[in-house]
DNA sequence: AATCATCCCAACCGCAAGCAC
DNA sequence: AGTGCTTGCGGTTGGGATGAT
């Protein structure tokens, strides 16, 4: 892996950008797009190197930046999202159009953490609920924040159950076998509990549209948690859950077990799944929430 | 008014993934 | 398969703004 260089140059400027800068930028941008960031600063006659160009247009200079104080379902939203995916600024930044990761983390380090004592756990009613317990999930304020609990929650244990059983596993290899998890998923007895409840309802139509944005090449990655057992094929989340609540307990940050809190270090190979399920509408995922059917698909 | 402390945020740095060759 | 380049991300820092003494 290479390593970028381009600040190393002599005669490249740092430091806050003038007036005259930032408008030669977005000059050049508006004219003739971004391109590569490497060559920009020498077609836009800028003395900055390519990265800082980057950033200063990411996260100040780009025209649906929005201004001004975070509201309060912004910060809601920030609370609740960094409760379940850590600090990964971007993929919170996502779900908060026109604001940057680099805002946002800002806000986070300068405001929210010190109101959230114990290193940015949460205490009282500001506790996020992301839990084992599903049971809990469903308290969080909006529908879209409710389907990524459970989303994530189903991960969660579905991980669980693979860290358990992985020694076993070793005979049979699942990036190879099955290239594309999202698939397995589907194909597997919460898949067809999904399939079960759209059947019901008549469409059809979300479900492909799961299915089909999942065997894009972007899923290739995500985590290969698989929900159904390879060697029984008998699995449920109920057992998944009765096998967790027993052995398993996910990690800190810091490595120490994790409490009743939920605050979670996800593994990496799971982020194309993650910000695949947060880039959904409400209403793709809509009826995972709204439907007992699914809890109790949870439950077994 | 001067000095010091703290806050805040823009910018930088290093690392790693993705891609092309 | 190996290498180098580009881009994106998260952690950290520098320095201006503000408040306290």
């Known amino acids: 892996m290479g390593k970028a260089l381009c600040c190393d140059k002599q005669g490249v400027r740092r430091g806050a950008w003038t007036p ?9 941008i508006k004219m003739n797009g971004h391109g590569s960031w490497r060559t920009l600063p020498m077609h836009a006659g800028l003395l900055r190197c390519g990265k800082s160009c980057r950033l200063r247009w990411i996260n100040y200079l780009r025209p649906d930046i929005k201004r001004g104080p975070f509201t309060t379902e912004e910060e809601s939203t920030i609370i609740q999202l960094h409760g379940m995916l850590g600090n990964r600024w971007a993929t919170i930044a996502s779900q908060l159009p026109g604001r940057t990761d680099n805002e946002i983390k800002n806000y986070w380090n ?16 500001q506790q996020p609920s992301f839990s084992t317990d599903h049971s809990t999930i469903v308290k969080t304020e909006s529908p879209s924040m409710r389907h990524m609990v459970q989303w994530e929650n189903a991960r969660v244990e579905a991980e669980a159950r693979l860290s358990m059983e992985s020694s076993l596993l070793n005979s049979w290899s699942t990036s190879e076998s099955h290239p594309d998890h999202f698939l397995q998923l589907w194909h597997s007895e919460v898949g067809q509990s999904f399939r079960a409840i759209k059947g019901k309802e008549g469409g059809g139509g979300v479900c492909q549209s799961l299915v089909s944005q999942a065997s894009s090449s972007k899923l290739e990655s995500c985590s290969d948690v698989s929900l159904q057992d390879k060697n029984t094929g008998s699995s449920t989340f109920a057992n998944m859950k009765q096998e967790q609540d027993s052995s398993y307990k996910p990690k800190l940050e810091d490595g120490t077990a994790e409490s009743e809190l939920g605050y979670y270090e996800f593994l990496d190979s799971s982020d194309s799944a993650l910000n695949h399920m947060l880039d959904m509408h409400d209403g793709e995922i809509g009826f995972l929430c709204e439907s007992d059917s699914f809890l109790n698909t949870l439950d077994g």
């Open 110 to 125: 300068t405001q929210l953490k010190k109101r959230l004592p114990n290193s940015g756990h949460f205490v009282g009613s």
């Open 20 to 28: 005259e800068e930032d408008e030669a930028l977005v000059e050049y």
